[in-house]
């Protein structure tokens, strides 16, 4: 198949999937010349089944998260996967909330284990039967999910090394100094309420 692939082509491809998954795979959705398919959280390992042994996406490329804290079911659990016979490539997107766990990809791509940990270190997101679910990318009795939307920019503690006791100690965050941006560009003029000389310029006055 040629590459990129139609959206037409693409279409086919979504409503073929769907139409054998019974249920198992909802929704096709083709924006942009990719393929996105949608279904139930609890039957994804079939799902994800189904897309390699049917349709011949034999390897995951990414597995991550997406929050959206406006809603019941906040995350999206996003699956990304490549044929290579084929030349195409699909996303699969499932929701959950955060005491819901996902079943775990591991046993049909086993590249799901670390993804899957990326994604419970990061957004907080557990995925049930995965053979070591911790913390990959953050620091141990790290608190929060750092890629969550409402975690705060400063995070909740600071990390410094004690010349005293000789160690690394975490303390709550104290006090932030946020620099202040004023954008102003000395190529595209003075802006309303910005000063008319730029610090420096009295210089070339003199």
Same mark, same amino acid.
Request: aromatic fraction near 12%; charged fraction near 30%; hydrophobic fraction near 40%.
């Given at each position: ?15 073929? @999937? ?5 249920? @198992? ?18 039957? @994804? ?144 003029? @003075? ?16």
């Amino acid at each position: 198949m040629t590459w990129p692939v139609k959206d037409t082509d693409l279409t086919k491809l979504g409503k073929a @999937i769907c139409k054998g998954a019974k249920g @198992i795979i909802t929704v096709a959705d083709v924006q942009f010349g990719e393929l996105t398919l949608t279904g139930p959280a609890s039957r @994804i390992v079939e799902a994800l089944t189904i897309l390699r042994d049917e349709h011949g996406f034999h390897q995951l490329i990414d597995l991550c998260g997406a929050d959206y804290p406006e809603r019941p079911l906040r995350f999206d659990v996003v699956y990304h996967l490549l044929s290579m016979t084929h030349n195409r490539r699909v996303r699969i997107k499932v929701q959950t909330d955060e005491d819901t766990p996902v079943a775990s990809a591991t046993g049909v791509f086993p590249a799901a284990n670390w993804f899957e940990r990326e994604a419970f270190d990061m957004y907080g997101i557990f995925f049930d039967n995965h053979p070591d679910l911790r913390r990959i990318l953050t620091d141990y009795g790290f608190h929060g999910h750092p890629l969550r939307k409402d975690f705060p920019m400063t995070g909740y503690v600071e990390v410094r090394y004690d010349e005293e006791l000789k160690r690394v100690v975490y303390e709550p965050v104290k006090s932030v100094e946020w620099r202040n941006w004023d954008f102003l560009s000395p190529w595209e003029g @003075i802006e309303r309420g910005f000063a008319a000389v730029l610090p420096g310029d009295e210089k070339g006055k003199s």
